[in-house]
């Protein structure tokens, strides 16, 4: 991953929002390991993409 400044105004918005959306922070290759990554992890698959985990 490449380096990356906030600027103030970023700041503000996180803390205003709650949260920060910083578009192609990560490449392609890099999303993908990182989806890849979530979908294989069974507590990240349960809560993140499925919303609820089964408890069997």
């Known amino acids: 991953m490449r380096s990356y400044t906030l600027t ?3 700041i503000a918005r996180y803390h ?3 949260f920060l959306v910083v578009r192609n ?6 999303t993908d390991k ?3 990554v979530a979908v ?3 507590a990240m ?3 993140a993409i499925l919303g609820r ?4």
């Open 8 to 10: 103030s105004e970023e």
């Open 16 to 18: 205003e929002q709650g």
């Open 25 to 30: 922070f990560c490449s392609l290759p890099e």
């Open 34 to 36: 990182l989806y890849g």
């Open 40 to 42: 294989n992890d069974r």
């Open 45 to 47: 698959m349960c809560s």
């Open 53 to 56: 985990c089964s408890t069997r």
